[in-house]
């Protein structure tokens, strides 16, 4: 079982849609959670970071995370053509950078 | 603007040679890292450095080698020992040991084997 997993996708969805991004994880230990965006040919972005449990608001975003079901959760609301992107979600035990441990990435379309 | 460069954007190695990806970074952070990013596959840690002068390996450092001589610059050579370097990669600055460590990326560097 690989530590982090995540429906790789492709997801579909008309614009306006609520958008529901998924990672599930087996290390009962991670404490910190991480949602980047990745457009095509480019690097990760910071979305959201989260600490523990709870849910996180930021413009249209909401990151969720559900510690006792190792399951974290990004929703974007009135989805755009923009944010069609791949989104990673990585976790990790420590503050530290090479504790992160990234999921294998979600492509999503957001259609006109 | 503050922020991490990699180069070249696309990169072509024959067999048997070594090649260098270039990262530099002017956010004054003192951690840079190199990853490894593959079709369905997670970013995975190549190596790290949190200070000058000092490195360390990650997941897959394997057919790799770094150095880290300025703070501002952490170059990764792929020897010709990689046999699968394949693949886009990607450099990152964190600030250090703190809270929020927010991992900035470069645009990455794609390499093909031709």
């Known amino acids: 079982q690989k530590e982090v997993e995540q429906d790789p996708g492709p997801l579909s969805v008309p614009e306006g849609a609520i958008v529901s991004l998924n990672c599930t994880y087996s290390?009962?230990?991670?404490?910190?959670f991480m949602w980047y965006r990745q457009y095509s040919r480019k690097g990760p972005e910071l979305l959201m970071y989260?600490?523990?449990?709870g849910n996180k608001e930021d413009g249209r975003f909401t990151a969720q995370v559900d510690k006792s079901s190792k399951y974290i959760s990004l929703f974007i609301r009135d989805s755009q053509p923009s944010d069609s992107a791949t989104y990673l979600c990585?976790?990790?035990?420590?503050?530290?950078?090479?504790?992160?441990?990234f999921g294998p990435g979600t492509r999503l379309s957001v259609l006109p | 603007d503050g922020g991490i460069t990699q180069s070249p954007k696309y990169l072509f190695r024959k067999e048997g040679q070594n090649v260098t990806l270039s990262c530099e970074q002017n956010?004054?952070?003192?951690?840079m890292y190199w990853y490894r990013q593959d079709p369905g596959q997670g970013l995975r840690l190549i190596y790290y450095?949190?200070?000058?002068?000092?490195?360390q390996k990650g997941d897959i450092a394997e057919g790799y080698s770094v150095s880290r001589e300025k703070k501002e610059s952490f170059p990764l050579t792929v020897t010709s020992a990689q046999k699968n370097p394949t693949a886009f990669y990607l450099c990152?600055?964190?600030?250090?040991?703190?809270?929020?460590?927010?991992?900035?990326f470069g645009q990455g560097t794609r390499l093909t084997v031709v």
């Open positions: 989260t600490y523990s449990s």
């Open positions: 290390n009962s230990a991670f404490q910190y």
């Open positions: 956010l004054n952070h003192d951690a």
């Open positions: 990152a600055a964190t600030q250090g040991i703190g809270v929020n460590t927010e991992a900035f």
């Open positions: 990585a976790m990790a035990r420590y503050n530290y950078g090479q504790n992160f441990v």
């Open positions: 450095s949190q200070i000058v002068n000092d490195f």
